[in-house]
């Protein structure tokens, strides 16, 4: 993946992370040659509207309530740039350097598709952008996801005509100086160029396509705490039995069993099947269930966003014919619904990840629940030590928040422009809200990892230090305890909850586990 050739088509999951993430190695972007050609082709015919005297949205006319005031062509490259810096209105903490890269990959690879007038050089410089790492500030908050992300795309494209801030190199500075220091100049646009860098669902891609790969991430690294937690409860794996799934043979319940039953095999931790304990609590017994359901959650954002990669989401749209006829239409390409939808569906999901992991961890901690199994709260001396008792607390803080974080977005719209644009999707907040709710399950999950070595150890007690772990979790244990001691007292734990949490961000779990 030296090189990502972008035509419009083909961009992937794997090339916007490796892109977003791959720095200072990041992959070079360029623009395929048949989409140069294409490219420039929606250029010309631009510039024959304009010769024509065409009227068409936002390129001899104004934007939004103003869309049936013509613009004189004298006044045509005024009006693209006035777009970007009249909307360039957006707020709050800007985004990460992963983020504006996957944003900038994303819309160059729209744009490349050839419906959208810009002309080859600009669209280049985008491009350009990437590859010297001249990366726009960009705000978070501004963009109601229709029409598409026009605040946070337009601090994207500012730097493009010397205007707005860029980090280089680690130093926020202005978007001219950026240019400058990577040997780029500015331009002055071209009609309907401003309006094709800003309207789209750019931002809203950038934050689902990330989002969706770590809840990936997120949803494995549930099976495998809740089996290391299965382990330290004395759990079985009896409902894991292919049988049972095979009579409700729903795909990912069915591979999420497989894979529970993959993480524990030649477990010497796990119950045996002869016992009187029949079976577990359904926070053990049902994760096939549960944690499939939320699998079937991510397939579903995945399919959408593989989609939305290779979409042209801007308005107005140019079509040339095999005759050269050329047509502007309208449309709404650039409206964030199944976005929107489908983030507020990933995000009330993954929470329930979060949900189902809070109450192993109680199950852990409890030493009622857990019928004494393990010591209350994790600990040798509860009384002079609390052991893990508020590590619980702090889990169940965070599944509290998520559940405030489900609710939709995507089921409110206030109306703009005059009443113009008088429905739009909320994707933007969607996708906001949907990475705060990752961003606490993945604590949650590295409070439950950490709770279930501790229980672990303790069953070694009574099981016998000789005794393996499941053939899955047993890589994992050893990848926690190389980071986490065994806590013989109370002391400072948020350091290793951070400790934790870089583990299950960084994917080395699974890595651990699937080896």
């Known amino acids: 993946m030296d090189i990502i050739s972008l035509d ?44 024509r005297g065409t009227i068409a949205y936002g390129i001899t006319t104004g934007f939004g309530a103003f869309k049936d005031r013509i613009i004189p062509p004298d006044q045509v490259e005024q009006l693209q740039r006035n777009i970007l810096v009249s909307h360039a209105v957006g707020v709050g903490n800007p985004f990460d350097i992963p983020t504006t890269r996957a944003i900038m990959l994303i819309r160059a690879n729209t744009l490349a598709r050839g419906h959208s007038g810009i002309r080859p050089a600009t669209l280049q410089l985008l491009v350009d952008m990437l590859n010297t790492g001249v990366h726009p500030v960009i705000p978070e908050k501004g963009s109601l996801g229709a029409s598409g992300d026009l605040a946070p795309l337009a601090h994207m494209a500012l730097p493009i005509i010397g205007e707005g801030t860029a980090d280089y190199r680690g130093e926020i500075v202005s978007g001219a100086e950026a240019f400058k220091r990577a040997g780029l100049k500015p331009i002055t646009l071209a009609a309907k160029e401003g309006l094709a860098l800003t309207n789209g669902t750019s931002v809203m891609t950038a934050l689902g396509v990330l989002q969706t790969l770590r809840a ?56 045996e099947h002869t016992s009187l304990n029949v079976q577990d609590a359904y926070t053990l017994r049902c994760m096939p269930q549960v944690h499939g359901a939320v699998r079937d959650a991510i397939a579903y954002s995945r399919w959408i966003f593989e989609i939305e990669l290779n979409a042209v989401t801007d308005n107005p749209l140019i079509f040339i014919d095999d005759r050269d006829e050329i047509t502007v239409l309208s449309g709404g390409n650039f409206h964030g619904e199944p976005l929107a939808i489908a983030m507020d569906y990933l995000a ?86 949907l990475r705060s709710v990752l961003d606490n399950v993945e604590r949650i999950l590295s409070i439950e990892l ?36 065994f806590i013989e007292s109370d002391t400072t734990m948020a350091g290793y909850i951070e400790k934790t949490r870089q583990l299950v961000a960084s994917g080395s779990l699974i890595q651990k586990a699937d080896k």
């Open 450 to 485: 950490m709770s279930a070595a501790q229980g672990v150890d303790f069953r070694r007690q009574s099981v016998g230090l000789d005794k393996t772990l499941g053939q899955g979790t047993r890589g994992v244990y050893a990848l926690i305890r190389g980071h986490i001691p």
């Open 216 to 271: 990936e991430r997120y949803s494995q690294t549930a099976d495998i705490a809740g089996c290391l937690s299965l382990e330290a409860l004395n759990g079985t794996d009896l409902a894991f039995d292919e049988r049972i799934h095979n009579l409700r043979p729903y795909p990912r319940q069915k591979e999420c069993a497989a894979y529970l039953r993959s993480l524990l095999k030649d477990s010497q931790f796990t119950r």
């Open 348 to 433: 009330f999901s993954v929470a329930e990840l979060g949900n189902i992991s809070e109450r192993r961890i109680m199950r852990l901690t409890d030493e009622c629940s857990n019928t004494h199994v393990l010591p209350a709260f994790l600990t040798k001396q509860g009384g002079l030590n609390s052991g893990f008792m508020i590590l619980q607390y702090t889990a169940a803080a965070l599944a509290t928040e998520n559940k405030v974080l489900s609710h939709p977005a995507s089921v409110d719209t206030i109306p703009t422009s005059a009443n113009v644009e008088d429905h739009v999707s909320m994707g933007a907040t969607a996708a906001l809200k």
């Open 8 to 51: 419009g088509q083909n961009l992937t999951f794997d090339q916007v992370q490796a892109v977003a993430y791959g720095q200072p190695n990041s992959p070079r972007v360029e623009i395929s040659a048949e989409a140069a050609k294409l490219v420039a082709r929606a250029a010309d015919a631009v510039q024959t509207l304009l010769k």
